[in-house]
C-alpha cells in the first residue's frame, strides 16, 4: 500500500471519528457564538455550557466512536474510560488524546476478549466481561492522566506556539501550498481532523474564535474554479461546471470540483492562489468562526459567525474565489486545445470504471443493495448515490442505494461504486466485490453505463 493511500485511510478513519459527532459540533459552536461574553446574545449561565462541552463531552463522543469502530460497545466503553485519564490530567481540550486513546483502549479490549474466549466458566460471562473491561479502562485512565495526557499536551503547546509563529511572520497564507494540493488528493480529512480541528477547538476556548476551522473547510478556492469553467471552459466540464458549483458553494461538497482540478494539473496553482488570498485577509483582519463549519459550505460558515464577523469573513471568501477564478481563467484561456463533447472528464473509460480483469459476471437478479462509499461516507457518497437510486428507479429495478464510508462497507454487499481514486482501498477492503468508479460526482457516464449494465442483466 503506497504512502497517498495510507494517508488516505488514516484520514478517512479520524474522519469516521469525528464526522458522526459533528451535531454535538455544531451545538457547541452554536452556544459558543450565542452565549458567551463576545456572542450573539451573552449569557453568563447558559455560556457556562461552554467548556464543559469541549472539556468532557466532545472527546469522550470522538473517543467512544473511536473505540467502537474497533470493537463495538465494549470497545467504545474502554475507550472512552481511558481518555477520561487524559482529559482530567491536562487542562487543555483533549481531541488529540480521545483520537489515540479510543481506538487504543478499544484494542486492548479485544484482544484481552478473544484471549478469554471459550476459557470462562459457563456462569461467570458477565462477571468476567464486566471485570475485565473496568480493571483494563482504570489501568489506562491512569497511564493516560500520567504519560499520555502530558505528553499531548506538551506536543499541543509546542504546535500551537509554532502556528502562532508562523502567524506572527505573516506566513499563514502559505500553508496553502500544503493544504489545497492534499484537499484535492482526498487527505482533506488527515489534515482537517488530525491537525486543524483540534487546534482551532482550543483557539475558541482562548479567543472566542478561530481562523484553522475556515483554512480546510473553505469552499471560495474551489468555487473560483468552477466559476472559471462555467464560464471559459469547454465541452462538458462546461456544462456541468454551473451545478458542481452550486453543490459546492451552497452543498458543501468539495468532491465536485476536484475533477476539474485533476483534468488540467496547472489548476493545482489556481487553488493555492485561492487559497493563498483568503488565508491572506484572514490573517490581515483578524477574522475565525466561532464553531465548525459543517459541511464547508457557505451556509455553514455564516451559522458559525462570531459577533462581528461577517464582513471580515465574508471578505476573505471573496478574495479566495477571485484569486482562484483569475487564474483557472487565464489558464483556460489560454488553453486552445478542444476538449472532445462525449468525454466525461476522463480518457481512460476503462481506467474509470475499474473494469475488473477476470471475466466474471454479477447477474443483476442477486444484487439488492449497491453502495455508494467515499471518504467519511457522508458528503460525496450520499450525493453520489442519490443519483444513482434515481437513475434505477427510473428503469423500475428493485434495487437499495446506500452510502458509505470506503473502509466501513458492510461484509456481502457485491457490487460498490466509489471515485476512482478511493479503488484501491475499496478494492482492498473487498475483494470480492464489483467495483465500479466515476471521475466526476456529476454528469459521469459511469453512471449511465452501469444503469445500462442492469438493463441487461450482468455486470462484468
Not at 297 to 310: E, N, Q, R, Y
Request: aromatic share 10%; charged share 15%.
Amino acid at each position: 500500500m503506497d504512502i497517498k493511500v495510507k494517508i488516505q485511510k488514516f484520514g478517512g478513519f479520524l474522519a469516521g471519528m469525528v464526522i458522526p459527532n459533528i451535531g454535538a459540533f455544531i451545538a457547541w459552536g452554536l452556544i459558543t457564538a450565542f452565549f458567551i461574553p463576545t456572542g450573539w446574545f451573552p449569557n453568563e449561565q447558559l455560556g457556562s455550557m461552554v467548556q464543559p462541552m469541549i472539556r468532557f463531552l466532545l472527546p469522550i463522543l470522538i473517543a467512544f466512536t473511536g473505540g467502537k469502530m474497533i470493537h463495538g460497545q465494549r470497545g467504545g466503553v474502554a475507550g472512552a474510560v481511558a481518555t477520561m485519564g487524559a482529559i482530567v490530567g491536562s487542562d487543555i481540550p483533549m481531541f488529540m488524546a480521545a483520537m489515540i486513546l479510543g481506538p487504543l483502549g478499544a484494542f486492548c479490549i479485544k484482544k484481552i476478549d478473544e484471549f478469554l474466549e471459550g476459557k470462562v466458566k459457563s456462569g461467570f460471562e458477565m462477571l468476567i466481561s464486566n471485570f475485565t473491561i473496568g480493571i483494563l479502562g482504570m489501568v489506562l485512565a491512569i497511564f493516560s492522566f500520567k504519560i499520555i495526557g502530558p505528553i499531548i499536551n506538551s506536543a499541543t503547546n509546542v504546535a500551537v506556539a509554532g502556528i502562532n509563529a508562523i502567524i506572527k511572520a505573516k506566513l499563514l497564507p502559505l500553508l496553502a501550498v500544503i493544504i489545497e494540493p492534499a484537499k484535492v488528493i482526498f487527505l482533506n480529512n488527515a489534515i482537517d481532523q488530525g491537525i486543524f480541528v483540534p487546534l482551532g477547538v482550543q483557539d475558541i476556548a482562548k479567543h472566542g474564535q478561530t481562523i484553522f476551522f475556515m483554512l480546510v473547510s473553505s469552499p471560495a478556492p474551489g468555487a473560483g474554479i468552477l466559476l472559471a469553467y462555467s464560464m471559459f471552459g469547454k465541452g462538458n466540464s462546461k456544462k456541468s461546471a454551473p451545478s458542481a458549483l452550486l453543490i459546492e458553494f451552497i452543498g458543501g461538497i468539495h468532491e465536485v470540483y476536484f475533477p476539474y482540478v485533476l483534468m488540467k494539473p496547472v489548476m493545482f496553482l489556481a487553488v493555492i492562489f485561492g487559497g493563498i488570498a483568503q488565508a491572506f485577509i484572514w490573517n490581515l483582519v483578524g477574522a475565525g468562526l466561532a464553531g465548525y463549519p459543517h459541511p464547508g459550505s457557505i451556509v455553514s460558515f455564516l451559522v458559525m459567525l462570531p459577533k462581528g464577523g461577517f464582513i471580515k469573513v465574508m471578505l476573505g471568501i471573496l478574495a479566495g474565489i477571485l484569486g482562484s477564478f483569475s487564474l483557472a481563467s487565464f489558464f483556460l484561456k489560454a488553453d486552445k486545445s478542444e476538449e472532445d463533447e462525449e468525454m466525461g472528464l476522463s480518457d481512460e473509460i476503462n481506467d474509470m470504471l475499474g473494469l475488473e480483469k477476470e471475466d466474471s459476471v454479477l447477474l443483476t437478479e442477486d444484487i439488492d443493495t449497491i453502495v455508494f462509499a467515499c471518504d467519511a461516507g457522508i458528503g460525496s457518497s450520499a450525493m453520489g448515490a442519490g443519483i444513482l437510486r434515481n437513475k434505477i428507479k427510473e428503469i423500475g429495478l428493485n434495487i437499495k442505494v446506500e452510502n458509505y464510508a470506503v473502509d466501513n462497507v458492510p461484509e456481502g454487499i457485491k457490487l460498490v461504486v466509489c471515485h476512482k481514486n478511493l479503488y484501491d482501498r475499496a478494492r482492498k477492503n473487498l475483494p470480492k466485490a464489483k467495483i465500479r468508479t466515476v471521475e466526476s460526482f456529476l454528469n459521469d457516464p459511469a453512471y449511465d453505463i452501469l444503469i445500462e449494465d442492469l438493463k441487461k442483466g450482468e455486470v462484468k
